[in-house]
């Protein structure tokens, strides 16, 4: 069972499209909610930490969101160097490790 | 900026052979952390290190995997007998405190 899912698989937008993209979890308790974004061949590049449902984060163009099913990462205006896979990973209270969904992938197109 | 280093990018090795994929982590972090992503697959926690030793590991991390900080900068994954299932990116990480990490570039590991 998937404890961590994120949708849309991919999503292709116009430079200047707001969009969100979603990563559900169902864990028993949680820690925390990381967003990471990663471009082809590359580590994961940290974005933001989520600890409670209603917190909201902001970098930029992002925003991150969360609620006690999910979160959503907001992305406004996109632009073309937007464009990378971005991956939720979720934190047990039991543990510290990371779970992580398969990601969306995000193009921008000029 | 501080950044966590990598070496090397990309290492080829023959099954049944041993690698050892090396990590400088941030300085002032205590927490370092391994994982791994399988090609199109997701990232794939490996083990968590704190206080010099193993504080967590998945089912993946058997006997065939060890770490190690051998000094204050350097954190090592070691895999003995390599096994074309170990094709995969690995990841290095680390914190200051337990949860959201820097990642490295990853080492490109091919098992032929």
């Known amino acids: 069972e998937d404890q961590v899912t994120q949708s849309p698989e991919a999503l292709r937008l116009q430079e200047g499209e707001s969009s969100s993209l979603n990563c559900s979890y169902t864990v028993s308790g949680l820690r925390g909610l990381f967003w990471y974004r990663q471009d082809p061949g590359k580590g994961p590049e940290f974005l933001f930490t989520l600890y409670s449902a209603g917190e909201e984060k902001e970098k930029e163009r992002l925003k991150a969101t969360l609620t006690k099913k999910e979160s959503f990462l907001h992305i406004t205006a996109p632009k073309p160097e937007d464009s990378a896979t971005y991956l939720c990973?979720?934190?047990?209270?039991?543990?510290?490790?990371?779970?992580w969904g398969a990601g969306t992938k995000l193009i921008i197109k000029p | 900026e501080p950044e966590v280093t990598q070496t090397p990018s990309h290492q080829v090795t023959q099954m049944g052979q041993e690698v050892i994929l090396r990590c400088v982590p941030i300085s002032n972090h205590l927490y370092f952390y391994w994982y791994r992503q399988i090609l199109g697959q997701k990232v794939e926690f490996l083990v968590s290190f704190y206080n010099n030793e193993i504080s967590e590991k998945s089912e993946i991390f058997d006997d065939q995997f060890s770490v190690e900080r051998p000094d204050g900068s350097n954190f090592t994954l070691k895999i003995r007998s390599t096994k074309l299932e170990d094709s995969a990116m690995y990841f290095c990480a680390s914190s200051r405190t337990p949860g959201g990490a820097f990642f490295g570039q990853g080492t490109r590991l091919t098992v032929v």
């Open positions: 990973a979720v934190q047990e209270d039991s543990n510290y490790q990371l779970i």
